[in-house]
């Protein structure tokens, strides 16, 4: 991955307001069936970290797919 891309990763369970900036720069929209997090990414480094940020919470990762 070489350039920017912008992904949809849904989360399962509903993070409050005060999880954005753990997230930064992705933003946060929650609903009933959980949190989606969007944002753009630069390589896989950046995208690997926010993973680990999700599993070191614990937090079930739903789906991750790169939006065109």
Do not use: C, N
């Not at 891309?5 to 069936?33: C, H, M, N, S």
């Amino acid at each position: 991955m070489d350039e920017e891309t912008t992904y949809e990763i849904r989360i399962q369970g509903v993070l409050d307001e005060k999880w954005a900036d753990y997230f930064e720069p992705f933003l946060l929209t929650t609903g009933q069936e959980g949190t989606i997090l969007t944002g753009v990414v630069h390589d896989q480094g950046e995208l690997f970290g926010v993973l680990l940020k999700i599993r070191d919470l614990g937090i079930r990762l739903v789906s991750l797919k790169p939006i065109p």
